[in-house]
């Protein structure tokens, strides 16, 4: 690849972590499945056996967890290496924020208010319809519940 095609892989994979972003906060999550690659992986301590497998199971689970949230998720920072025609890889710092109008049980242990700020580290391909996110981690190092710090996650 040249550096000119390498340039616009990295612009083409910045526009698909964007429309991650505002994807999932306008809860748009079937507009969210089309920056996944159907066979998408989902790193996640959350999840039986540390993953979650394949685009429809990611949706249905951040579908269940977002229910009657607000969300925003703001990202920066990609450090982003083509590693061949089709494959990529990155790193973006991130901040999330979730909101829940009522207190009500969550997977964040959160009553009303959950933030976290971290690292995404994800794996890309590219697939005919462009670049994919083919897996992805998140990985918080600060986390905050109803304004609380939480100290080990």
Same mark, same amino acid.
């Given at each position: 690849?040249?550096?000119?095609?390498?340039?616009? %892989?990295?612009?083409?994979?910045?526009?698909?972590?964007?429309h991650y972003c505002r994807a999932i906060d306008e809860k748009k999550l079937e507009e969210w499945r089309d920056v996944f690659c159907a066979d998408a992986v989902a790193l996640t301590s959350h999840a039986e056996g540390g993953q979650i497998v394949g685009v429809d199971?990611?949706?249905?689970?951040? %579908?269940?967890?977002?229910?009657?949230?607000?969300?925003?998720?703001?990202?920066?920072?990609?450090?982003?290496?083509?590693?061949?025609?089709?494959?990529?890889?990155?790193?973006?710092?991130?901040?999330?924020?979730?909101?829940?109008?009522?207190?009500?049980?969550?997977?964040?242990?959160?009553?009303?208010?959950?933030?976290?700020?971290?690292?995404?580290?994800?794996?890309?391909?590219?697939?005919?319809?462009?670049?994919?996110?083919?897996?992805?981690?998140?990985?918080?190092?600060?986390?905050?519940?109803?304004?609380?710090?939480?100290?080990?996650?």
């Open positions: 690849m040249n550096d000119v095609d390498r340039l616009i %892989a990295i612009e083409d994979i910045k526009r698909v972590k964007a199971a990611l949706i249905e689970m951040t %579908a269940r967890v977002l229910e009657g949230a607000v969300t925003v998720h703001h990202i920066h920072a990609p450090e982003i290496d083509i590693l061949s025609d089709d494959g990529a890889v990155g790193i973006w710092a991130m901040e999330d924020r979730i909101y829940w109008p009522v207190e009500r049980p969550n997977f964040f242990g959160a009553k009303r208010q959950f933030r976290g700020a971290g690292f995404y580290r994800e794996k890309y391909r590219r697939t005919a319809a462009g670049w994919r996110i083919s897996q992805i981690q998140l990985v918080r190092q600060v986390l905050e519940r109803d304004g609380e710090p939480v100290i080990g996650g």
